[in-house]
């Protein structure tokens, strides 16, 4: 008999459940498989009911985020035989609602990531006519990484102060937010910092840096966050010092 | 359709659910008895200001094996707590120079230096 792997999947079916429940599945096992190939043959062959995200199947699209192992993980960049002769435990994203079996209610991620203003607030906006807001390759390389974000969500899954406080706007939104204010082409981060340096933005980051050791693109947002601290530190006491006067 | 979204709570452990959270969790714990330590420093100061009777019984309690013993706690708890948060640091404070990222370690061997040459100060001031 051929090898096998067994999955066990979270399920939660709102019209029936009153509570999630874990569903064991048999899938074949092959060499080339990434975690969401098993999924997709569950869906296909098994169990046409079962619900997931997924659309590009190479870690650009950002929508098959799900807990693997208890680890926050792009399923279609997690290999099965990386989980070879054990029990594949499946589970949607932590700190989110659970819509429905894998897929989660991101709806909170989408007003944090809109509260921090991620486009280019330019310093002073000029007409077409005087052409493009220019930027040189070194300029671009001091948050080129940061660009990198496919808002897959996995840092918020990894980040417990996601988890103890949900109004906590979040690694990737205020990654995002350090992504612009970095921009030289960029003048909002006095706009930005009503959102990044309230309460519930960069302070409330302690730190823990499980979103850089989840990100699958090396985003690094506990850097992000932590340069963020440092530069809110600066401008308070520069206004501190001279009010009004650095702005 | 009726949406019924499942909130899971966060449980009371879930620090002790993965290793990064049990490894965060004591680096936080570290940096209490680095507090106490430098409380009782700024005690000792004060003790000190009461006169020779009260710095007299200052170090005596310092140098009980009571007063041992927690010192050496509190040299291992600032010592991973220093050690984690050095290799932190690079993450904090990202140099560029001439457009190019400085090299990480080369940070956190800047931070093992500077803290070579100010126990080196302290032990010369200290005259050991």
């Known amino acids: 008999m051929s090898e096998t792997v067994t999955l066990e999947v979270l399920r939660y079916l ?5 509570e999630p429940h874990f569903q064991r599945y048999t899938v074949p096992f092959r060499d080339d498989w990434v975690v969401l ?58 700190h989110f609602p659970i819509e429905r079996d894998l897929v989660i209610v991101m709806d909170s991620f989408m007003d944090k990531l809109s ?9 002073q ?67 930005r910092a009503e959102t990044v340096a309230s309460n519930e933005g960069i302070w409330e980051c302690t730190f823990v840096g499980a979103c850089s050791q989840v990100c699958p693109k090396n985003v690094d947002p506990a850097a992000a966050i932590q340069q963020t601290k440092i530069s809110a530190s600066v401008d308070w006491l520069k206004d501190l010092l001279t009010p009004g006067a650095h702005r | 359709m009726n949406r019924r979204p499942y909130v899971r709570k966060v ?36 003790r000190l200001v009461q006169g020779h009777a009260a710095w007299d019984g200052f170090v005596a ?33 990202p140099l560029m120079v001439r457009g190019e990222p400085v090299p990480g370690k080369w940070i956190v061997g800047a931070h093992y230096l500077a803290w070579a040459a100010v126990s080196a100060v302290v032990l010369i001031v200290a005259g050991v």
């Open chain 1, 14 to 18: 709102p019209e029936t459940d009153s």
């Open chain 1, 37 to 94: 190939d098993a999924l997709n043959h569950v869906k296909d062959n098994l169990d046409a009911t079962l619900s997931y995200r997924w659309s590009c199947h190479m870690a650009v699209c950002g929508s098959c985020g799900m807990m693997i192992n208890n680890e926050p993980k792009l399923s279609c960049h997690t290999f099965l035989r990386d989980y070879r002769g054990g029990v594949v435990r499946i589970e949607p994203l932590d």
């Open chain 1, 115 to 123: 509260g921090v203003k991620p486009w280019l607030i330019p310093k």
């Open chain 1, 125 to 191: 906006e000029k007409p077409l006519s005087e052409g493009e807001y220019l930027q040189s390759p070194a300029e671009l390389n001091v948050f080129h990484q940061y660009t990198q974000c496919i808002n897959c969500v996995l840092c918020y899954a990894a980040c417990p102060q996601v988890g103890l406080n949900a109004d906590f706007v979040g690694p990737a939104a205020l990654a995002l937010a350090h992504r612009y204010n970095l921009d030289s082409r960029d003048g909002g981060k006095d706009a």
């Open chain 2, 11 to 46: 449980e009371r452990n879930w620090w002790l659910q993965h290793p990064r959270y049990v490894a965060y969790m004591i680096r936080e714990l570290t940096s209490l008895f680095v507090g106490l330590y430098c409380a009782l420093l700024t005690i000792g100061l004060i």
């Open chain 2, 61 to 93: 309690a310092f140098s009980s094996p009571a007063g041992v013993i927690f010192q050496w706690l509190c040299l291992v708890f600032a010592v991973y707590h220093s050690v984690t948060w050095f290799a932190l640091t690079p993450k904090a404070m």
